[in-house]
């Protein structure tokens, strides 16, 4: 039977629908990564040129070859590949091949970026972040049809060996995250959030919240062993005060009592970070009563 919005969860958490599992219900309205429909060819005159492509690919750069190093190795499935074209590296993304104008595929490759980054950046702590320099398309006579635009960032020790060790010696790629994130709508957020990296704690705090929402709280989380309520503390009062986080914190006052012990940039995105980590773990192997409906049961590497 449904549950009302009030009554209490049928998880046993003893909190009220609506701010349990019921979220999750809400968030389901959200896409995550949703197909691109099919489009008819755009009519053109004589004498101009094709308008619409096939087989999009969006070329990317980074700041840091490891960036890139990471994404030809990491970024190979059948749905997702990086690839090398002329000596530059492009995003072959299975749900660009659909015939469609520029706009439409432009659009949907700059909003699925933020979302790849943040799998990468899970994966890997010393990546710093893609970003889309142009964007390729074929017409039906095979005449390529490329443009062009901008925007992201850093890493330390450990991190970089992490890193090497998978570019020496190889691992698991990210497909299984992929796919998650094409049917889990509060994963493919909670990716765009910490994928986005234009404002610091505002969009390490978003991820945060998608990730307490979907489990049911702090106290939840650390039942799950996602994160302790002590850290999910200190990271909110870090978010919260414009002393520690500047001009994107939550709040535009700051408190009238110092926080102890904060965190800085580094540290939150690290903390973010692992509870994503965490959280996709846990949606992958949390027995039936301890994961929120309409999560999905993929095994994630």
Known sequence: MKVRRNEKCS????????????????????????????????????????????????????????????????????????????????????????????????????????????????????????????????????????????????????????????????????GSLYRLATTNAAVSEALLYFGRNNEPFFDLYKAFEVVMDTVGGQERAAKFGIASVSDCQRFSRSANDPLISGVFARHSQKPTMPIKDPMDQLQARDFVRGLLEKWIIHLSSAPQGDTPPQTTQTTTQ
């Open 11 to 174: 998880c046993g958490s003893g909190r009220k629908h609506k701010k349990c599992c019921g979220a999750v219900d809400q968030r389901s309205k959200l896409s995550a990564i949703s197909p691109v429909p099919q489009y008819a060819p755009s009519p053109t005159g004589p004498g101009k040129p094709p308008v619409d492509g096939r087989n999009w690919l969006f070329k990317v750069e980074s700041q840091y070859k490891l960036d890139v190093d990471l994404a030809l190795k990491a970024v190979q499935d059948d749905e997702l590949r990086a690839r090398v074209i002329d000596g530059e590296v492009y995003i072959d993304w299975e749900m660009l091949r659909p015939r469609m104008p520029f706009g439409p595929a432009s659009h949907a490759a700059e909003r699925f970026l933020p979302i790849l980054n943040g799998m990468l950046a899970v994966r890997f702590a010393a990546f710093g972040g893609l970003k889309v320099k142009s964007i390729l398309g074929v017409s039906d006579e095979g005449q390529p049809i490329p443009v062009s635009w901008a925007s992201f960032t850093a890493s330390g020790g450990d991190q970089v060996k992490h890193a090497a060790a998978f570019l020496n010696d190889g691992g698991p790629t990210i």
